[in-house]
């Protein structure tokens, strides 16, 4: 239960008042999850007031601050429509008008379509102190265990790689029992990214070209079996979809020639 409210003016003093071992302080994004913890007593950071809300392209760089709200990605230009079609999948509009890019990278789970996408992209964090840069897929594993500071101010991905995203789920507007997503970088390089299980989506593959990403997807989902879906079911499914994501982004680089 929150038992303090603590709005910093900079990410210099939030950084100061989450390091303070003496007290329970942990940052306040939109506050849609923190806000339902009952178990202990904590105070909060508001992150509203110290600049981390910008989204910006530097070259080939997109950069968002982590206290950005989700609502802020749609109708984006430097935003990829696959970025933006993840997070309608993912958020109403009321969640998204609330939630931080911060909060929701931290508290999404597995089957998360916007989470999966980023991860595809090879998104990076930035966390304080320290300014530290963490690749998602070396984060994602550890969130919960270890994090690399006391706060994330940012997420850069580059917007030049190809992306697309397929995805399954029971009805329309069911969350996904599987979700994958490809990213190609102009030099061939190939990421693939699995969501719709687990407590976080994984990297299938991340290689010089596309070849084996239909197998890669299979093994990588090989044990994911949960109330939702068998692991059989996920796997073959899974190696149809890297399939049909790698078709769509050729199409795509044809249709620029
Ligand atoms: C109605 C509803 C539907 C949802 N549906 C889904 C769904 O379909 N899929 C899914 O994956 N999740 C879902 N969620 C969970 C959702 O991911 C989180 O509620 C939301 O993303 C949290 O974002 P926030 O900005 O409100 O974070 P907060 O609630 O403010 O914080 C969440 C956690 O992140 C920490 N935190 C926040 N910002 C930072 C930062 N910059 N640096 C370090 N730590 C930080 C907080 O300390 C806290 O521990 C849903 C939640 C709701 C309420």
Redesign the pocket.
């Known amino acids: 239960m929150i038992d303090e409210y603590i709005r910093p003016a900079s990410v210099e003093e939030a950084v100061l008042l989450l390091s303070d071992e003496k007290k329970v302080l942990?940052?306040?994004?939109?506050?849609?999850?923190?806000?339902?913890?009952r178990e202990k007593q904590f105070g909060?950071v508001d992150?509203q007031g110290i600049g981390?809300d910008k989204l910006e392209q530097f070259n080939h760089q997109i950069k968002a601050g982590?206290?950005i709200k989700?609502r802020a990605f749609l109708g984006h230009s430097a935003v990829h429509p696959e970025i933006q079609r993840g997070l309608l999948i993912?958020?109403?509009e009321?969640?998204r008008n609330?939630?931080?890019?911060?909060?929701?990278l931290?508290?999404?789970?597995g089957?998360?379509v916007f989470?999966t996408v980023l991860l595809a992209l090879d998104a990076a964090i930035i966390?304080e102190p320290g300014g530290k840069s963490i690749g998602m897929g070396d984060w994602l594993p550890l969130r919960r265990i270890k994090?690399p500071g006391?706060?994330?101010?940012e997420v850069s991905w580059q917007a030049q790689p190809y992306l697309a995203f397929e995805y399954v789920s029971r009805s329309p507007k069911d969350?996904p029992i599987l979700v994958v997503a490809a990213s190609q970088w102009r030099s061939g390089r190939t990421r693939i990214a699995l969501g719709g299980y687990g407590d976080a989506p994984i990297i299938a593959m991340d290689g010089p070209d596309d070849s084996g990403a239909d197998v890669a997807s299979r093994d990588a989902y090989y044990e994911a079996e949960d109330q939702w879906a068998s692991a059989l079911y996920r796997r073959e499914v899974a190696s149809k979809l890297a399939i049909r994501c790698l078709k769509r982004i050729k199409d795509t680089k044809e249709s620029e020639v």
């Not at 931290?106 to 789970?109: A, E």
């Not at 006391?150 to 101010?153: A, G, I, N, P, Q």
């Open positions: 942990k940052p306040l994004g939109g506050g849609t999850s923190i806000s339902r913890e909060v992150l981390l982590a206290a989700l993912d958020t109403t009321n969640l609330a939630a931080s890019l911060g909060g929701w931290i508290s999404s789970d089957r998360s989470s966390w994090p006391v706060l994330m101010t969350r």
